[in-house]
């Protein structure tokens, strides 16, 4: 099992700036890849960034130059630095996992830290 734990959240205001983390724990060693999701109040789940094993990075295309994702290996923890922040922005960001598998693969999930930006 993978246990996700998000933090850094809060309450920030427009154009400034946050850094969530995310501390992986569990059977952590298969893991292959981690990003970050972000929901809006009425909008769909939608991906913000993610990363592999081999620190190749993926953004959304609307938030590139905005929010850059990184890893620290020593402290398994996954970070979204967030930049030049947006009412937009507001949302409950989730942390992600991923396991590949044979023929599959898995996906953990955390709870969830919510990011407020305000006018």
């Known amino acids: 099992q993978v246990q996700l734990v998000e933090s850094g959240g809060g309450l920030v205001q427009a154009g400034g700036s946050l850094r969530l983390s995310c501390a992986a724990s569990?059977?952590?060693?298969?893991?292959?890849?981690m990003g970050w999701y972000r929901q809006a109040p009425g909008k769909q789940r939608e991906l913000v960034a993610s990363?592999?094993?081999?620190?190749?990075?993926n953004y959304a295309d609307s938030l590139k130059g905005r929010f850059t994702i990184s890893r620290d290996n020593a402290k398994n923890t996954v970070y979204l630095q967030m930049n030049s922040l947006k009412p937009e922005d507001t949302a409950v960001y989730y942390c992600?996992?991923?396991?590949?598998?044979?023929?599959?693969?898995?996906?953990?999930w955390g709870k969830g830290t919510l990011v407020t930006v305000s006018s």
């Open positions: 990363i592999t094993s081999g620190e190749r990075t």
């Open positions: 992600n996992a991923r396991r590949l598998g044979m023929l599959t693969y898995m996906d953990y």
């Open positions: 569990g059977s952590i060693g298969s893991i292959n890849a």
